[in-house]
Each structure stands twice: as structure tokens, then as C-alpha cells.
């Protein structure tokens, strides 16, 4: 199960420096699509062969001095729900304010674990600032400068610390587990109901359970599965659920968990910026994914063309990664609701496809032989052999070159595409590595 790290505090108490500084580097190395809204808010750092996920709150926020007080409870709330550890950054330049002591009173019902850091202390003998941080009844806090890096290792430590065994876990890792997805009203808790019946809508909310209730399994259609977070999707507010940060961070805790996503969509507003704010997620953290259009039965035109050209409008907002099932569903009517599920589970088996090698280097290697990559600078590239990785999260495939790195990216797309097309890897990410041998 992944774990999630919530950075909340007051605008300007410096938690975009802090949430930088703490998935930087990791950064470097994954090769992220930069520039998407959701690399400020969300990323994924490791520390002692710990991997978790840091939200920053903030990036949700707008930057004011008088957001509502109603509204920071809920959100301060929510990072306790949905998140494994909060983090509580405090500005030790400028001391406390209320709004601090009106969190502090939240988080110290908090069962999650809390930790206080105050922030600004660039230099060691800005320590005595602490003393009043104490009076928060939150423990020991860290002192840090998130500009300088000061304490960031100490901190570090301390939440690694306080996340979650990894051993509690008493989930089947062998059956696959489904995430449904989606922003507020694309119709996630109707499909659910139409899957497993109405009686599970009774949700009773008692608090701190919702640890236990983050996967559900069913044995329906004659499969066994498990739903990750129904009571997510259950327990939602009577209030305004429209704000992104909402649905973003009920959606990574959903994703991070699953093996494959079925992306809800209003079949009567399309695709807009929160559906390809999710599909990015889903996308991040290598999920499989179905896309479901919901509320079909809404739809007049339902001809073949109307479809297609639906489909193909989908598909070019997601592009690159085209190759994924869609279906046009209704929650309501149970419109191909079965199919949904039917498709979500082919795209399960799809992620644990292994190609056997002999048979990948027979239909690849004289593919390439006919089409081999492009010479550089006068070198010829040679592609000797190649075969799918074990055990890796997505279907891993490594082409053995006397020159790797001048095969490029169109290139690789090209044998991606050739794999797709030869071997079933519909709805699911694949990797390509080019080593050298
Ligand atoms: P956020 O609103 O909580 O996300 O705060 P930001 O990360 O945007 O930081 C607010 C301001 O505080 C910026 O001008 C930062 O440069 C500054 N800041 C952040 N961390 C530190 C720090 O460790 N020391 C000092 N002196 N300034 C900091
Ligand atoms: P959620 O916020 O994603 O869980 O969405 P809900 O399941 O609560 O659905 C939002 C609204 O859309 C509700 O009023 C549903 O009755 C309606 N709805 C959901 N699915 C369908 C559908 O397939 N067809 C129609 N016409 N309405 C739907």
C-alpha cells in the first residue's frame, strides 16, 4: 500500500519551497512530463528505501490572508482522512498566528500522526524561536529552513518514522484491485451501485476507520476483485465537492492503490482540465486505465460516426497514450456497466502479460532487421536481442544495441507501437529500455 505525506499550513509559511525540496531530486531521476500543474502539488520522493507521495495543500489554495475558516478546517481535515502523515509547516520568522492555533486544534484530534516543522530557521541560533512552538501540543517540533535545506534530513527520518507499517496489510496482492475515478458528478457512486447493489450504500462513518475501509473485495461476475476506496467516494460531503483539491486528493489515494483505473466521464461535458488533471495521475503512477463514458443514455446522437468521432475526440486529448478501451456507459439505465467491468479486468490481465522471448525476438528482431534504427554520424546501430523484464510493475521490455544512445525516441515509439500491435498491452503503460550489449 503507498503512502501519502500532506504538507498543510498557512499561505507563505513556505510549503511550495519544502514540498520542492523534498521531491526534487527524486524528480531528476523519473523522467516526469514537466510542467503539469499537478508537479507543484504532488510527487513522489524516497528516503531510507521508503517511497511515498507528498501533497502539498497549498497548491490548491488561493494565496490570501482571509480564506474562509470553514474551508481550511475541512481541507486540514481532508489531508488527515486521505493521508498517511501530516506534516504542519510553521513560519519561525513571523511566530504563530491564529490561524495556526485554529489548525493546531484540528490536528490534535488528528489520529494520523502529525509533525510540527517551523519553517525559516536558516541558521542554527534561530532555534530559541521554538520555544513558543511547544505551546501547540503537538509534540517536538523540527526546525528547518526549506530555502537552505537545514533539518530537511532530521525531518526526513521523523517521517519515515511515523509511516505505516508496510506489513498490515492483509489485502490478496494476487487479485486485481479497481480504482473507480473521476471528477464530482461524472457518476462514480452510481456505477458503483449498479456494480454491487444498493445495499452497500449504506456507509457507517465512524471515524478513523477509514485505513480499513480503503479496499473493499467483491466477488461478482463470477470474479474476485477488490475496489479501492468506495468509502471515499461514499463519504462525500454534502458541501460544494467542486474544488479540484477535493477530487485530486481522493483521486491519488485511489490511483496510488490500484492496479487499474476506470476514469469516469460525463458523457454530456467531455473531457475537461480535471479529467486530464486525473488521467495525468493515473498516467504518473503507471495504472491501467478504462475510460468510461458515463450518462450515455443522455446522449441523442448515438450513430457509429457519433461514436467514432467521440472516441477519436477522447484519444486525441490523452494523446499521446491512445491505446486504451473506452466504453459508453450508463450508471443509470446499467447501460454495458458489466462491460465496464469486463474491460477493467481484461486490462488487469493485459498489465501482467508476459511475452515469452523467443517468441518476442522471432517477430521483433526481423521487424527491425528490415527497419532498423536510422545510422548516426555514419554508425550503423545494431538491435541484438531483446526481452520483457520479471516482476516489474508494467510490462518492461529491454532491446540489447551496440549503440543505445542514438536510438531515439521516435524509434522507440515505433517498436512500442509494434508490440502493441502484436501482443495484447491494451489500456495498460509499457516501458522500453535500450541498453547496451
Ligand atoms: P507557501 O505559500 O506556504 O507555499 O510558501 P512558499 O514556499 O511560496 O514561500 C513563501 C515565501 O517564504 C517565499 O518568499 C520563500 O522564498 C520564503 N521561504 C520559504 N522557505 C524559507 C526558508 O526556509 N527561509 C526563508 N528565509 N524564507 C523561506
Ligand atoms: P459522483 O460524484 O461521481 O459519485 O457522481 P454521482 O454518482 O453522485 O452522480 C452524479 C449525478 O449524476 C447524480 O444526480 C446521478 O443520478 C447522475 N447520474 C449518474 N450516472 C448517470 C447516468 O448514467 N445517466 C444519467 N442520466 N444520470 C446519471
Redo the contacts with the bound molecule.
Sequence with gaps: MSNIVAIV????????????RLTKSRRAIVSDTAGTTRDRQYGKTEWCGREFSII?T??WVV?SDDVFESEIKRQVQLAIDECDVVLF?L?G?NGLTDYDEEVAGILRRSPKPVIVAV????TFDQQYALAEFYKLGLGDPFI?????G?GTGELLDAIVEKLPNETVNDVDDELPKFAIVGRPNAGKSSILNAFIGEERTVVTDIPGTTRDSIYTRYNKFGRDFYLVDTAGIRKKAKVNEDLEYYSVIRSIRAIENSDVCVLMVDATRGIEAQDLNIFQLIQRNKKGLVVCVNKWDLVESKSNADIKAYENAIRGRLAPFTDFPIIFASALTKQRIFKVMETAMQVYENKQRKVPTAQLNAQLLPLIEAYPPPANKGKYIKIKYCTQLPNTQIPTFVFFANLPQYVKEPYRRFLENKIRSWWNFNGTPISIFIREK
Design positions: 499550513g498557512r499561505p507563505n509559511v513556505g510549503k511550495s519551497t519544502l514540498f520542492n502539498d497549498g497548491g494565496k509547516v513560519d520568522e519553517n525559516k530557521c536558516d528547518l529552513s526549506a530555502v537552505n537545514l
